[in-house]
């Protein structure tokens, strides 16, 4: 799905529903407003995969760039809003944290991104860490970090993990089930 020499090029599919040619022109239309905070775009390939449940219509846009990775998530009951708010979503990334990506690329000056940092008119990175725990950890299995985690009312929880003998974190998910990251 090349567009022209002038837009970056975007694998659009849809998971068990049909991609018409007038969502994928306004895609394409509504993503390609991210062109002016990339150098070498015609170079990116934006991949949107497409899903409908339960009424929501959810649009899923990753933009793997050297180094870096820009994703969003956003569902509505309509697919074209889905696509508005997706697309703000993104450029909202690259606003809020203009300062981290800044520094990430005076580290790794290969990587070709943001043409517009250095307009004064996007918001500074205000973010900063305001609380810091320690915890102590006894090892336990993963029925018990789940447990704990529902008891905290916490949407994750990190332990150490006696059955994979490493640290855990056990995170609840979007559908409500759990998804689990160890740390090897």
Avoid: W
Avoid at 79 to 84: F, M, R, T
Avoid at 132 to 161: C, Y
């Amino acid at each position: 799905m090349l567009l022209g020499d002038d837009n970056m090029r975007y694998n659009i599919r849809g998971d068990k529903l049909t991609v018409t040619k007038s969502i994928k022109d306004y895609i394409e239309d509504k993503l390609n407003k991210l062109n002016k905070y990339y150098d070498n775009y015609e170079d990116l390939e934006c991949k949107v995969v497409i899903r409908s449940k339960n009424n929501l219509q959810t649009i899923e846009v990753t933009i793997p760039l050297n180094k870096l990775i820009l994703r969003a998530e956003e569902s509505e009951k309509d697919l074209y809003a889905a696509i508005d708010l997706v697309v703000d979503k993104l450029e909202g990334q690259i606003r809020k944290n203009k300062t981290r990506i800044k520094k990430r690329i005076e580290k790794n000056p290969d990587v070709e991104f943001l043409k517009i940092l250095d307009n004064d008119d996007i918001e500074e990175d205000t973010s900063e860490i305001v609380k810091r725990k320690d915890i102590d950890s006894k090892p336990m299995d993963e029925e018990e970090a789940i447990l704990q985690m529902n008891l905290l009312n916490h949407d994750f929880f990190v332990f150490k993990n006696v059955d994979e003998e490493c640290v855990s974190v056990i995170y609840r998910r979007k559908d409500n089930k759990y998804g689990i990251i160890n740390v090897k």
